[in-house]
């Protein structure tokens, strides 16, 4: 018997005992794999969970930073300022959840962001939110976010609050135009769960409305108010905020703030601006310049420059300066203090 005889054999030996051990009694067929499918719906990095008709995205980033700071601090004994520097490394990560189904109400989405932060040493969740159609309950923030396009925000307080609560938001006006109103809770002892009401208390609450345009060829602009019901004292207050992101021209772009917020003690009026210039498709830099101005405290300014380099589209190398005026310091035991600080800061990012 030669070798191509023995082999030929041997092959058809294989099939027959393959082709009887499937039809052995109580074995059961293989299960068939679900694979996972695209889901184009809703932009790119969407996909359907198994099974379902849902459609989830898991994106996030990973930073780590090393930062010189001029480090401002109080002697208590003397009430003075005390001034060194300071080189910290600082880590921090974050990972968003969205979860999107078409229904008969429209679109029903679930969304969070889990924090961790190296400064606190915890894992944190920020926004977390449901949306049917028009409607959002949950925890979101109030209104447009940073300014800046750097590390640093030029922050205007009460416009950048995150709290439980609910509004309605209608974006399909036509030509990019948007209106919706709201309400957050305002008990910042607990941010998760705030009382709104209890017997023998009213209210703390930020009632909140928006409008504006987007998705032009020119940029946006957003329009938000609020107005804030404190139950403790004659201390209500309202405030409006207008922001643009403009496109000016072939890879410059500018963001622009006003805004106006009147406490009962006190009101001031800000203004913020940044341009950023991608001078390459790795290479961007910006910069920014805000302040705030008070009727019957000190005025403050804030301002940054920096660079991004991009490796790859997602491995991004950040250089930035920070400069702000008037800070303020306390230790906690002597009257605060205010004295100009800076800041440098090398970051590397991972997005995702």
Not at 131 to 157: E, H, M, R
Not at 297 to 312: K, L, M, S
């Amino acid at each position: 018997m030669n070798m191509k005889t023995l082999l030929g054999t041997a092959a058809g030996l294989m099939v027959a005992t393959g082709a009887y051990a499937a039809d052995l009694p109580g074995e059961a067929a293989p299960v068939a794999v679900d694979y996972v499918k695209v889901c184009d719906a809703y932009g790119a990095g969407f996909f359907y969970i198994p099974g379902t008709e849902t459609c989830l995205d898991i994106s996030g980033r990973v930073r780590a930073r090393v930062v010189y700071t001029n480090n401002t601090d109080i002697d208590s004994a003397s009430n003075s300022l005390v001034v060194g520097d300071k080189v910290n490394f600082k880590a921090d990560a974050q990972v968003k959840f969205d979860a999107r189904t078409a229904s008969d109400l429209g679109t029903v989405r679930s969304f969070f962001v889990l924090q961790l932060d190296s400064a606190a040493g915890t894992i944190t969740a920020d926004d977390a939110f449901i949306q049917v159609g028009y409607l959002t309950v949950g925890k979101f923030g109030n209104a447009y976010g940073d300014v800046f396009y750097g590390d640093t925000g030029a922050i205007y307080g009460e416009f950048d609050k995150s709290g439980v609560g609910a509004q309605i938001m209608v974006d399909n006006l036509g030509g990019g135009f948007y209106v919706g109103a709201g309400f957050q809770g305002l008990d910042n002892s607990s941010k998760w769960q705030p009382t709104i009401w209890t017997t023998g208390r009213s209210a703390d609450i930020m009632y909140t409305g928006r409008v504006g345009i987007t998705g032009q060829s020119w940029g946006a602009v957003d329009l938000s108010a609020i107005y804030e019901a404190h139950d403790l004292g004659n201390n209500d207050m309202w405030g409006l905020k207008a922001t643009a992101d403009l496109k000016l021209v072939d890879k410059l772009s500018a963001r622009l703030v006003g805004t106006y917020v009147d406490y009962d003690a006190d009101n001031y009026f800000g203004a913020a601006g940044a341009l950023k210039y991608q001078a390459t498709d790795a290479l961007a830099v910006y910069a920014g310049i805000g302040s705030k101005f008070w009727d019957k405290a000190e005025d403050q300014v804030i301002a940054q420059v920096g660079a991004d380099y991009a490796f790859t589209p997602d491995l991004i190398l950040t250089a930035e300066v920070n400069y702000t005026s008037d800070n303020v310091f306390t230790d906690g035991t002597a009257p605060s203090v205010t004295d100009d600080t800076w800041a440098a800061m090398l970051k590397l990012t991972r997005n995702w």
